[in-house]
């Protein structure tokens, strides 16, 4: 439960840090590259070392974390531009609703056990997604005006997807070639990749 609500918090926290930027004029890549950079230099204090070595690009999982920091850092990116543009509850609901994805990916290819409980869950996550999607009335004075309506649209729905989409390759990478001595330097490694392409961005 400890670790439920830890989540919860840390999650909405995120969220809610991408309008704090924007407040006090911090552009957001900066800060989110600068975030991955943190958690290498981080996830190398608690390793005891920097796990990442020429041997490391022969491993199974090497290409699976080049992938996935780069879709760390493409996702971040458009969480930050979708909570600045079109507000914290859109890209909140988009982001963390899209668990129905890996839970879906999880019954197909785990055989996860699935109840009516959580079959209704999934739908109504799919009804939130979609009604917080639909586009602001034309007499609401925010900055979403300023989007064109397909924008107002695609955006959440894309974050959604991509979400989704992140978390299902996590599961399919962890279940397939990671264990407890290979999975430090495996997210260490995706971090690396972020990091990497936002400073040649920068």
């Known amino acids: 439960m400890l670790y439920l609500i830890g989540s919860i918090v840390l999650s ?13 004029g911090i552009p957001a890549f900066q800060a989110i590259v ?5 958690c290498v230099i981080t996830g190398s204090i608690v390793n005891g070392s920097f796990p990442i070595s020429a041997a490391s690009t022969g491993e199974p999982w090497f ?3 080049l992938l996935m920091g780069s879709l760390f850092i493409l996702l971040f990116n458009l969480i930050a531009f979708t909570t600045q543009k079109i507000g914290v509850a859109v890209a909140s609901v988009a982001n963390k609703l899209s668990l129905v994805i890996p839970f879906v990916f999880s019954l197909y290819l785990y055989n996860e056990s699935s109840t009516w409980v959580k079959i209704a869950g999934i739908i109504i996550a799919l009804a939130a997604v979609f009604l917080t999607c639909l586009p602001p009335k034309q ?9 064109p309506l397909v924008l107002l649209v695609s955006l959440p729905a894309i974050l959604f997807l991509g979400s989704g989409l992140l978390d299902s ?7 397939t070639f990671l264990n407890e001595e290979i999975n430090n330097a495996y997210l260490i490694t995706s971090f690396a990749t972020a990091a990497t392409f936002g400073i040649l961005i920068l």
Request: hydrophobic share 40%; proline share 0%; no cysteine.
């Open 12 to 24: 909405s926290y995120l969220t809610l840090s991408f309008k704090v930027l924007q407040r006090v």
């Open 169 to 175: 390759l996590i599961k399919y990478v962890e279940q």
């Open 63 to 65: 290409k699976w974390a």
């Open 34 to 38: 600068f975030n991955y950079i943190t």
């Open 139 to 147: 007499n609401q004075a925010s900055t979403q005006k300023k989007l």
